[in-house]
Structure formats: structure tokens, C-alpha cells
């Protein structure tokens, strides 16, 4: 009888107990998230009051205009700006020596926050002027816009940093750059070498012409990076060319042979060459020559069997011309697969922040400059926000002839790697012109201007408002968690494109920055003594030709009438 009475006790009790924890719960969360929505508001005040420092970051690494591996100013310069604010820094990481990481806080969750840092060959252009007109002739420059990227995630890093002091908030801030992302050279080995591997999640930035983000496949083809190597023998090419052997015919076959070879591959498939080594000079047969090759497709299954083409199309043009041949796998990526939660709660933080408010001028310089590269559109910068970026189908399409084939797509990103490894976000920011050839010097123009200016700190109160949601909502990591294990990794494994053997080709890009370093420093900005870069090359913003700015006032008289 006692024991039927503690049964009818615990029945009628263990309800009112559920009851009262589930309204404690409820005002638990409650509690949650009015702290949330304050120290996102804290944030954005923050992140307001680092306008100059996120300016200055962005100018600096726009004036040192490094390629790939050799980010050496880039290295030294947000090193110490990081080690001043207390993050601890492991340098030459993945035995790159411009590769690093910083780090503070303690415990979990760790949230890694990236973005590249390189530059393209021949772009230099100075900033604010809407036609070519280049700080140095044939030198590099940022005519894709990675200078931005780093500015951005470390106002919103050092701003949230601020705000886990004062609160004792629990986490680990990881920063890190993408070294030589423009040679897909880095990333993978970051992977392999185990840096990712105690990370729960990791935002990724990238220079864009509007405020976004997406998750899913996210239409990127992987790639392989490879240089064919040939070996011959050298002769007088006059006096006894019989008796070379030509690595330079061995080269010129191998491209022959490709670009034959491409009518019978599949649509879905890139690929490119540059002759990088194509011997010294006329009168001496070439017995070194070299070709370098990118191979895109949509998979990695698909990735490898191009490559393996590419290897019997490379050994047939030795057969034929009686040299040897070797490759050298100097960089890769996979396609990309982008985490659905953390984009989701991103997308939130997007919507409340907006886009920019852009001048008349920062209009006047992107028609402009759309107008001087014959853009398709030529409306200015991005007025409207981009909806949130869904998977790209993957369904296959059966063509003509039996044949099925995925939509087609085109550029590779690292990131994909990293995204295989952690779940991973990509955060694009609208500090770009829309409608320029990409990879060009035009697309440098806005990238040390107003435009620019206003994207990092749009972008950096997005990702700021998304780690405090990391940070805060535990749920949002647990949900990113759950679908990389159980829907993006369920029956797709990652298995990386280079082997334990391969190392960076660190040596990349040496010769053309020994060229232009020189030339270049003389350009690099100083905040000390001038607020802008604009300021600093005395440019007028904007500085339109006389007959660019009467063509648009003409168009605009037009449209008013």
C-alpha cells in the first residue's frame, strides 16, 4: 500500500516538476536571447567604431599587392597588428612560410574565420579611376579584391573578442589566411597537415558585388593543379638539330594533343595551360620545357579521370618526341559543400544588416567603369539584397547519344576542402563593381575606395552577429554538426587530391615579385600620414575620363526627360 502511494505521488508530481522546468527553460531562453540581441547590437556599435582600422587594414594590403606564396608584407604586417591584441600566433604553418594562425580564448566552441590574402599577376590599377591607369606597369595587383577579406574578419574578430572579455563568454577565435588561394595551393594542405581538425565550425569571407550566402553544393568545380615537366637533350639548332632532342616539341604536342583531346571530353570539364618554361633561347634546342595545367570537373571521381587523360596525352608527346617526362601536383581543391544551419542563421544577420548605403559617387565610379568594360549591366552597385544562395541541382540530365551530365559551372575555390573537413560557411561581401571580367585589372578599381570601405564593415557586423550566435545558441552548432554528419558526409567521403608526398610549390611567384617589389614599396600605403590610400596617390574620387562622365550625364538627362 505504501509503495502504491510513492507511485501516485511521483505521478501527480513529476508533471508539475516537468511543467515548472520546461517555463524555467522558457525563461532561460528568454534571458538568452535579449543577452543576444544586446551584444549583437554591442557588435554593430563596435564594429562602427573600428571603421577606420577595417579602412586602414583594407588599404595596406591592397598597396602591397603580393601573389601567391609570397604574402611576406601581408604575413608581417597582420601577424604583429594580431599579436598586439593578444592573439597568439603560429607562423609557417603547413611549411608555407606566409601561412599562419592566431588564436585566443579558451575552450570550446572553436570557430575558425578565414579569407585569402593573394593577388593577380598584372593587375595593378590604381583605385577610384574608372579606366586603366596602373600604380605600376606590369606589376600585380588586387584585381580580385583579397585584400578586403582580412580587414573584414578582423574588425568583427577583435569586436567580438571585445564583448567575450566583458561578458566571460567561453570560445576560441581562430584566424587564419588563405595563402595563394589564386594557385589553389594551400588549403588542402591545411587539411592534411590537421590544423581543422579540434575546429567546430569555420566562416570563410570572400569579396563579392552584394551581401550573401549560401549552403549546399554550391556549383564549384574541383580542381587539380599539375606541371608537366619535360626532358630532352640540347644541340646547335642549326648546326646539328638532329642530334636534340626538344622538350619544348614535347610541350607543343602535349597542348596539341589536349586541345584535340577536348572536342571528345565532357562539357562539365575546364581546363587551361600556361607554357611556363619553353626553353632559353633560338639556337639551342630546349632540353627543359615545361606546361602547367588545371583540371576542372564537378566531382572528384571525375577530377582524377581528366587528370589521368591529361597523364597519357603528356606520355604519348614524350614517346613521340623521344624525351621523358614527369608531373608535379602544385595545388588542388575539391567542389564545395556549404553548411545549411550556419548559412540560415547567417542569412538572419544579413537581412538586419543590409546593404550598404552608397554615395552618388561610389554610383558614378561603378557605371562607369561597367560602361568602360562593356558590362552586360550597367546599373551601378547591387540595390537590392541577393536572396540566400540554394544547392545547385546535381541530378543528372540525360543528353544526346546516353550521355548524363550535371549542370555546368566553372571557377574552383580551396575552401571546398576545408568545408569537407568542418562545416563551413562562405560570407560573401559587397566591396566589388558586378559585371566585370573577374580576375582583371578593373576589378581593383574599388578595392581601396568608399565602395570597399562599406562592404567590410557591412560584412563584418554580419559575421560578428554570427559567431555571438555560435557563441551564445548552442543549438546552431549542434544543427551544423548534424547535417555535415548525417546529409553532406552520409555518402559523399572526402578523399583529398593530393598525397601525403606533395608539398607547397612555395617557390611560385618569386621571380615576378623579385621584379616588382622593388617598384611597388614605393606605393606602399602609410596611415600615419594619410587618412585614405585614395588620399595618399592624391586620386580625386571618383576620376572619371571627360568622356565618360558626359556620357553619363547625357544618359542620365535622358532617363529624366
Request: contains cysteine; charged residues 25%.
Amino acid at each position: 500500500m505504501l509503495y502504491t502511494i510513492r507511485i501516485l505521488l511521483l505521478v501527480l508530481v513529476i508533471p508539475s516538476l516537468v511543467l515548472a522546468q520546461g517555463n524555467k527553460l522558457k525563461k532561460t531562453d528568454g534571458r538568452t536571447s535579449d543577452k543576444l540581441e544586446k551584444l549583437k547590437q554591442d557588435a554593430i556599435l563596435a564594429i562602427d567604431q573600428r571603421k577606420d582600422q577595417a579602412q586602414q587594414i583594407n588599404d595596406m594590403l591592397f598597396s602591397f599587392s603580393e601573389l601567391g606564396f609570397q604574402e611576406v608584407e601581408s604575413f608581417t604586417y597582420l601577424t604583429k597588428l594580431l599579436e598586439k591584441e593578444g592573439f597568439t600566433i603560429q607562423k609557417g604553418i603547413a611549411g608555407m612560410p606566409t601561412a599562419w594562425i592566431a588564436t585566443w580564448g579558451s575552450g570550446k566552441p572553436v570557430i575558425a574565420i578565414g579569407s585569402d590574402v593573394d593577388c593577380i599577376p598584372k593587375a595593378s590599377q590604381k583605385p577610384g579611376v574608372a579606366y586603366k591607369d596602373p600604380i605600376v606597369e606590369g606589376a600585380p595587383g588586387h584585381g580580385e579584391g583579397h585584400n578586403s577579406g582580412q580587414a573584414l574578419n578582423i574588425v568583427a574578430a577583435l569586436s567580438v573578442k571585445q564583448l567575450m572579455e566583458k561578458h566571460k563568454l567561453s570560445g576560441t577565435l581562430m584566424l587564419w589566411p588563405g595563402v595563394a588561394e589564386e594557385l589553389l595551393g594551400a588549403k588542402a594542405f591545411y587539411v592534411r597537415d590537421g590544423y581543422f581538425k579540434d575546429v567546430d565550425a569555420c566562416i570563410f569571407t570572400h569579396v563579392a558585388d552584394n551581401l550573401s550566402v549560401n549552403y549546399g553544393d554550391a556549383g564549384y568545380n574541383g580542381m587539380i593543379s599539375v606541371k608537366f615537366s619535360f626532358e630532352g637533350q640540347a644541340a646547335h639548332a642549326a648546326a646539328a638539330p638532329w642530334r636534340g632532342r626538344s622538350a619544348l616539341d614535347a610541350v607543343e604536342l602535349m597542348n596539341i594533343g589536349w586541345n584535340v583531346r577536348r572536342e571528345h571530353l565532357e562539357l562539365t570539364q575546364r581546363s587551361h595551360y600556361v607554357v611556363s618554361d619553353g626553353g632559353d633561347q633560338p639556337n639551342v634546342v630546349p632540353s627543359k620545357a615545361s606546361v602547367w595545367y588545371y583540371f576542372r570537373e564537378r566531382s572528384y571521381p571525375k577530377i582524377k579521370a581528366l587528370f589521368e587523360k591529361g597523364i597519357k596525352v603528356a606520355e604519348g608527346a614524350a614517346l613521340m618526341t623521344d624525351t621523358k617526362f614527369t608531373y608535379e601536383i602544385l595545388g588542388s581543391a575539391w567542389p564545395g559543400h556549404f553548411n545549411k544551419p550556419i548559412a540560415l542563421a547567417m542569412y538572419d544577420n544579413i537581412k538586419r544588416i543590409g546593404l550598404p548605403v552608397w554615395s552618388p559617387d561610389d554610383q558614378l565610379l561603378a557605371k562607369a567603369t561597367q560602361k568602360e568594360l562593356q558590362s552586360p549591366k550597367r546599373e551601378g552597385l547591387a540595390s537590392k539584397l541577393d536572396t540566400i544562395g540554394t544547392p545547385v541541382p546535381t541530378t543528372p540530365t540525360v543528353m544526346m547519344g546516353g550521355q548524363s551530365m550535371v549542370p555546368l559551372t566553372g571557377g574552383s575555390d580551396d575552401i571546398s576542402d576545408i568545408s569537407w573537413a568542418v562545416p563551413t560557411v562562405v560570407l560573401l561581401y559587397p566591396s566589388n563593381i558586378p559585371g566585370l571580367p573577374g580576375h582583371h585589372w578593373s576589378d581593383a578599381i574599388s578595392m581601396a575606395t568608399p565602395i570597399a570601405h562599406k562592404g567590410v564593415v557591412a560584412g563584418a557586423k554580419v559575421e560578428a552577429m554570427t559567431l555571438l550566435d555560435m557563441l551564445l545558441k548552442p543549438d546552431v552548432l549542434q544543427q551544423a554538426k548534424a547535417y555535415y554528419t548525417d546529409e553532406q558526409t552520409k555518402d559523399t567521403k572526402y578523399t583529398p587530391l593530393i598525397s601525403a608526398k606533395e608539398i607547397p610549390a612555395i617557390y611560385l611567384n618569386q621571380k615576378i615579385m623579385t621584379e616588382f617589389k622593388p617598384k611597388l614599396e614605393k606605393f606602399y600605403y602609410d596611415p600615419t600620414r594619410y587618412k585614405t590610400y585614395l588620399d595618399q596617390l592624391g586620386i580625386k574620387y571618383p576620376t572619371l575620363r571627360d568622356d565618360q562622365r558626359a556620357d553619363l550625364e547625357k544618359k542620365s538627362e535622358n532617363k529624366g526627360k
